[in-house]
């Protein structure tokens, strides 16, 4: 069956194998069915996410072999070699199959990755507060990938790109794991020129930094990326202290640009279209970012007017624009809401649009010192307010974002994080439908915070935990309050029998808040009653005596 769908492209008969071949772990190259965030299942320890993905890694190979479909950065290096060195040349398959690819002719493998040592914010904070079950499905299925029995075999060179070729640069696994280059940055300008010396022989430096290339040297994908995606803009200039993307200057793609690669997604088996942006409301944005209705709508008219366009996934979005012009949603809504994944067919209360929103902190004074561009065109000083009344906005239009909320930020301090538990209660006051998703500060290599100290669990306050456990009793009650019972109980049982001798005596109450109890509760005053006794057996007997 494998030499029937390889044909002429697959090399089982001789094994020479191709030039260059491009890949990426199973966790990264696949789709799970359609839906991007099942992916950061993959973020959690793999006891915990392999039975929940089986079925979802396999390869899903074309007619000649080939992946279907591949993440949309691997699509635009293809593009890149293919040009360069020629489409005989150059294959893109699935980790399982390298053996049909990799061959006495291979001289190079290229690979990208996202999370490859599980150092990234969702990974390091949920492997660390769960604590068990070994590293991040991600972490494993790379090295795992870098194993494999053809790589070993033909020893290729080895180049790794990707947002995350950081982490193993800040791991100091670069020779161990056997990688020849780590190639840092955008693509379009240098990968081809680097690519052609590793094949000659020629050195290469072994972490290469990339520059930013010029827009007309930004090629189209030629074949389908995973979820169908597109690229609209390409950086994003709010200038945010923790994140790389938004200190490069935004700048968006002519439609025509993006709705040839939705030709290419859909002509190659894709049923949804994803639009890749660190702010879809940026799209041709004015100065000063005001949001330019009208491209905005335009650009997701033209998509969902495509033929065979059944879904439309979003990326990232922001508050602000949503504020300064009520018309964008109100005429965005119903084109988006038609395209829509999150349906009650799915299971779902409702139908609902979704896209991830950046909310980080409650705390004004952390967001003009790291953050203060998330605002414009507002200021920053009122930040709690912009964010209750902008998901407020989405909510009255059916809009249910996924917000990161941020805690272990360099200088946060009790105000800072009391002003955050506070915005929470007030979104929970105004019964917002949202989905928290809270992680610690990690310091990103290309940030400006880069050299700050990272964040852990060990370092956290009580009343950082807490940021941490509300968000997740939040979800809890929004979204399967049906079965707040079983979390509850398992929640409580999980901190007295496993939690507390991890995390600390400083992570009670917030676990107890997660399982459901109040402050009120005999079991939270019991627990205040009885931690004050160590207190009092520690102080000299004589105190005893003349109380």
Same mark, same amino acid.
């Given at each position: 069956m494998i030499k029937q769908l390889l044909g002429s492209r697959g090399t089982?008969?001789?094994g020479d194998g191709y030039q260059i071949v491009l890949t990426a772990s199973r966790s990264e190259i696949s789709q799970y069915g359609g839906d991007p965030f099942r992916a950061f299942i993959c973020t959690f320890p793999e006891l915990l996410s392999r039975r929940a993905l089986e079925g979802y890694l396999g390869p899903e190979a074309g007619p000649d072999g080939e992946n279907r479909f591949a993440s949309y950065g691997l699509r635009k290096v293809e593009t890149l070699l293919v040009r360069r060195f020629g489409r005989e040349n150059v294959a893109v398959c699935h980790p399982d199959l390298l053996d049909r690819f990799v061959g006495k002719k291979t001289k190079l493998v290229g690979m990208t990755t996202m999370d490859p040592i599980g150092l990234a914010y969702v990974s390091t904070t949920y492997n660390s507060l769960i604590g068990f079950g070994g590293e991040s499905l991600n972490a494993v299925e790379f090295k795992d990938l870098l194993r494999s029995d053809s790589l070993l075999k033909y020893k290729p060179k080895i180049l790794v790109g990707?947002?995350?070729?950081?982490?193993?640069?800040?791991?100091?696994?670069?020779? *161990?794991?056997?990688?020849?280059?780590?190639?840092?940055?955008?693509?379009?300008?240098?990968?081809?020129?680097?690519?052609?010396?590793?094949?000659?022989?020629?050195?290469?430096?072994?972490?290469?930094s990339a520059g930013?290339?010029?827009?007309?040297?930004i090629p189209l994908i030629e074949r389908a990326a995973s979820y169908g995606a597109v690229e609209i803009t390409r950086g994003c200039g709010r200038g945010c202290a923790f994140?790389?993307?938004?200190?490069?200057?935004?700048?968006?793609?002519?439609?025509?640009h993006i709705m040839a690669e939705v030709k290419t997604n859909i002509e190659g088996g894709s049923k949804s279209i994803f639009?890749?942006? *660190?702010?879809?409301?940026?799209?041709?944005?004015?100065?000063?970012?005001?949001?330019?209705?009208?491209?905005?709508?335009?650009?997701?008219?033209?998509?969902?007017?495509y033929p065979g366009v059944n879904y439309i996934l979003l990326s990232h979005a922001s508050l602000a624009p949503v504020i300064?012009?009520?018309?964008?949603l109100e005429e965005l809504t119903p084109i988006l809401l038609e395209k829509s994944y999150w349906t009650k067919e799915r299971g779902y209360k409702q139908t609902f649009i979704t896209a991830e929103v950046g909310i980080e902190t409650g705390s004004s004074r952390l967001m003009k010192k790291y953050m203060k561009g998330k605002a414009l065109p507002y200021p920053v000083d009122n930040w709690s307010d912009l964010v209750c009344q902008g998901i407020g906005i989405m909510n009255d239009n059916d809009w249910w974002p996924l917000c990161t909320v941020m805690t272990g930020q360099p200088d946060e301090t009790e105000e800072d994080v009391q002003a955050t538990l506070d915005l929470i209660d007030r979104l929970k006051a105004q019964n917002a439908k949202m989905f928290y998703t809270p992680v610690l500060f990690i310091p990103l290599e290309d940030a400006l915070?880069?050299?700050?100290?990272?964040?852990?669990?060990?370092?956290?306050? *009580?009343?950082?935990?807490?940021?941490?456990?509300?968000?997740?009793?939040?979800?809890?009650?929004?979204?399967?309050?049906?079965?707040a019972w079983l979390y509850n109980s398992m929640f409580f049982l999980a901190h007295?029998?496993?939690?507390?001798?991890?995390?600390g005596k400083k992570a009670t109450i917030p676990m107890m808040h997660l399982a459901g109890l109040s402050d009120d509760s005999l079991t939270i005053r019991a627990i205040d009653k009885w931690a004050t006794i160590p207190e009092i057996l520690s102080k000299p007997l004589d105190m005893l005596k003349s109380r």
């Open positions: 089982p008969e001789n990707g947002a995350g070729v950081w982490q193993i640069k800040e791991a100091g696994l670069q020779r *161990e794991l056997g990688i020849d280059v780590l190639f840092q940055g955008e693509g379009e300008e240098d990968i081809a020129p680097v690519v052609e010396k590793l094949l000659n022989d020629e050195p290469v430096e072994p972490y290469f930013q290339p010029a827009r007309d040297k994140c790389s993307p938004t200190n490069r200057k935004k700048w968006s793609f002519p439609i025509q639009t890749v942006t *660190e702010d879809m409301f940026l799209y041709k944005s004015f100065p000063g970012f005001i949001p330019n209705t009208p491209e905005i709508v335009k650009l997701y008219k033209a998509i969902a007017g300064y012009d009520r018309k964008l915070l880069s050299d700050a100290k990272r964040s852990n669990l060990q370092n956290l306050t *009580e009343s950082q935990f807490e940021i941490m456990t509300k968000c997740w009793r939040n979800n809890i009650d929004f979204w399967q309050p049906e079965r007295w029998f496993y939690a507390r001798w991890r995390h």
